[in-house]
């Protein structure tokens, strides 16, 4: 059974760091992704990782803060944020797939989804 969990969240004040964490059960996903989701507002892209190379992409409002990375040894996927700001505040889901996708991919082209982890930003 495909496991995706993820850590890390908390609440912190604007301007803090944070970093989450996704342990997976497989090593071979070929496109991994951190979306968020605030109250009342549909699911966002934050950023994807592709296997075979590291390519990445990133959401527009978190360009320069926000870092995606993979630990292949450990099967863990991380999402580091800096600067954090309020309207970063969301539930902040982990995603994979196994075929790699090129470019930023679509909510629905995921598979497996963790059960998200709340980040809290304060003024």
């Known amino acids: 059974q495909v496991q995706v969990e993820e850590s890390g969240g908390g609440l912190v004040q604007a301007g803090d760091s944070l970093r989450l964490s996704c342990a997976t059960s497989?090593?071979?996903?070929?496109?991994m992704a951190w979306f968020r989701q605030a109250p009342g507002k549909e699911r966002e892209f934050v950023a994807s990782?592709?296997?075979?190379?590291?390519?990445?992409y990133y959401g527009d409002s978190v360009k320069g803060r926000f870092t995606i990375s993979r630990d292949n040894a450990k099967n863990t996927l991380y999402l580091q944020m800096n600067s954090l700001k309020p309207e970063d505040t969301a539930v902040y889901f982990c995603?994979?797939?196994?075929?790699?996708?090129?470019?930023?991919?679509?909510?629905?082209?995921?598979?497996?989804w963790g059960q998200g982890t709340q980040v809290t930003v304060s003024s």
């Open positions: 995603a994979a797939r196994w075929n790699r996708i090129v470019g930023v991919p679509p909510v629905t082209s995921f598979a497996y």
């Open positions: 990782w592709t296997r075979n190379g590291g390519i990445s």
């Open positions: 497989e090593r071979t996903f070929g496109t």
